[in-house]
């Protein structure tokens, strides 16, 4: 007549978008009280788009996607800067990128490594101007996969957001003998100041400067 505390996982698979699924579950075993418990949940639609389609923005910065379902696939082209979870750059053949955000990793898939070539389904989303996805599922389609050569720029604004960039002749502004762990940097091209944010998981971390450009 007892039943011991016991996990029940309920699936829910909807045909199409609903926001405002809802059912019970009935939990019965012999000789015990049937417990029938209410159920909410939502089933969601995601539609394949590029990359470029979702990383728009309006006249104040704000992404015209944020809250889209998408599907996108494109390349790993750094490390992973969290560790658990994700904070890594993927980017598609026509050079547009989107960061890929999550606080934990999903179960199949903990150790990405640049070159991985990856589908993803997820939700748009924005955090300090950056647009990020946030993924519900990541499938790797292949490992190894070409990367982008990076694009020669003299500026930084939304159209080089989460892109493989190159400047030319930067100099320190204050002259570090170290790049720091964790921490910011300013450079100048002798016009312009960049702050460089180099992550404590950067290879660059407490390596020497460059002397000169």
Known sequence: GTVASTKVYVRL????????????????????????????????????YSIGDVTGVDADGVADSVGVYVILTGVVH????????????????NNDGITLFN???????????????????????QFNGLIQVIPDEITVLAQGAATQAP?????????????????DTLYLVNGEALWPDHG??????????????????????????????
């Open 78 to 93: 750094c490390g992973d800067f969290r560790g658990n979870g994700y904070d890594i750059v993927v980017i598609d053949g």
């Open 151 to 167: 694009t020669l720029v003299t500026t930084l604004d939304e159209t080089t957001e989460s892109q493989y960039v190159m400047f």
């Open 13 to 48: 698979n909807g045909p199409a978008k609903n926001l405002n699924q809802v059912g019970d579950v009935t939990i019965s075993s012999t000789g015990a009280t049937d417990q029938t418990i209410a159920l909410t949940g939502e089933t969601l639609d995601y539609t394949a």
């Open 184 to 213: 910011n940097i300013d450079v100048t091209d002798g016009v312009n100041t960049f702050l460089v944010r180099v992550p404590g998981s950067s290879p660059m971390a407490n390596t020497p400067t460059p002397v000169g450009p």
């Open 103 to 125: 606080f934990d990793d999903l179960p199949n898939y903990t150790e990405p490594v640049e070159g991985d070539s990856l589908e993803i389904k997820g939700q748009i989303g």
